[in-house]
């Protein structure tokens, strides 16, 4: 079993910036990608950003060049850096962990979440 916890969240106006982080603790030896997920009230979870053990990252379009995911793994943290912020990324941002990209919607580990709102 893997444990997420985030932190980070808060309220920011538009064109402002946060940074989220993501612990993982547990088996972590069965972690090989990482991301974040977000859910606006009324919608699907959707993908953010995903980062793999070696470093390759994945972007949705509509974050591309404004949010910037890390991880130290030596720390088994995951970050998400998120810069010019606008109010439709107003989310609960969730971690997720698993052995494959593939497999993280819907066999990965998620964390219980972390507001994010922005205001205009």
């Known amino acids: 079993q893997v444990q997420l916890v985030e932190s980070g969240g808060g309220l920011v106006q538009a064109g402002g910036s946060l940074r989220l982080s993501c612990a993982a603790s547990?088996?972590?030896?069965?972690?090989?990608?990482m991301g974040w997920y977000r859910q606006a009230p009324g919608k699907q979870r959707e993908l953010v950003a995903t980062?793999?053990?070696?470093?390759?990252?994945n972007y949705e379009d509509s974050v591309k060049g404004r949010f910037t995911i890390s991880r130290n793994n030596a720390e088994n943290m995951c970050y998400l850096q998120m810069n010019n912020l606008k109010p439709e990324d107003t989310a609960v941002y969730y971690c997720n962990a698993a052995a494959h990209i593939e497999i993280m919607y819907n066999y990965g580990s998620w964390g219980r979440g972390t507001q994010v709102t922005v205001s205009s």
């Open positions: 547990g088996s972590i030896s069965s972690i090989s990608a």
């Open positions: 980062i793999t053990s070696g470093g390759s990252t």
